[in-house]
C-alpha cells in the first residue's frame, strides 16, 4: 500500500518551496530519479518564476529500493487528481520515466490547510487509507531571509518519516 506524506499550509504558505528543499535533500541520495513540469515533459532541474518562485514539479526518485514521488502543487484537487490517476498506470510511467516501477511506495504531495468540501486535502482524504496517510506543517516567515530556513524542520521530518516507511 501506498503512503501518503502531505505538506500542508496555507495559500501561499511555502508547500512548493518545502517540496523543493526536499527533492534537493533527496537527490543525491537517489540511485535513479527523473524530474518533469506538468506536462510530463522532463526537465533537467527546478525552475523558478520571474519573482524567484518556485514553479510546481513532479519528480520521480528512487531512494533504497522504494519508489518515492514528489508531487509540488497542492491547491487545485483536480489537478492533482489528474496526476495520482497518472501514477495508477505504473506501465506508462514506468515508460515515460525510463524507470521500472512496479510499485510506488511513497507519494509526498501538497494540500492547503482546510479540509473543507472541494479541497485538496478533503480530495486526498476520500482517496488514500487514513493509516496511510501523514500530515506535515509547513509555515513561511515574513522575514524573506528565513523564506528556506523555517521550512527546515519540516523537510528533517520528512526525510525521518521516509526513512521510517
Not at 109 to 120: D, F, L, Q, Y
Not at 124 to 142: E, Q
Request: proline content about 1%.
Amino acid at each position: 500500500m501506498t503512503n501518503f506524506l502531505v505538506i500542508r499550509g496555507t495559500a501561499d504558505g511555502g508547500k512548493t518551496t518545502t517540496a523543493g528543499l526536499l527533492f534537493e535533500q533527496l537527490k543525491p541520495k537517489a540511485s535513479q530519479f527523473k524530474l518533469f513540469n506538468w506536462a510530463w515533459k522532463e526537465i533537467d532541474k527546478l525552475h523558478y518564476n520571474s519573482e524567484g518562485e518556485l514553479i510546481d514539479f513532479i519528480a520521480v526518485l528512487v531512494i533504497d529500493g522504494k519508489v518515492i514521488i514528489i508531487i509540488s502543487q497542492g491547491d487545485k484537487p483536480n489537478v492533482l487528481q489528474k496526476v495520482l490517476d497518472f501514477l495508477k498506470d505504473l506501465i506508462s510511467l514506468s515508460k515515460i520515466t525510463g524507470i521500472n516501477i512496479s510499485k510506488i511506495d511513497i507519494v509526498i504531495c501538497c494540500a492547503r490547510s482546510r479540509n473543507v468540501n472541494g479541497s485538496t486535502y478533503k480530495m486526498l482524504t476520500k482517496r488514500i487509507n487514513s493509516n496511510n496517510l501523514f500530515d506535515f506543517w509547513t509555515s513561511k516567515d515574513d522575514d524573506i531571509s528565513k523564506k528556506l530556513s523555517c521550512k527546515q524542520k519540516v523537510v528533517d521530518e520528512l526525510v525521518q518519516k521516509i526513512k521510517s516507511l
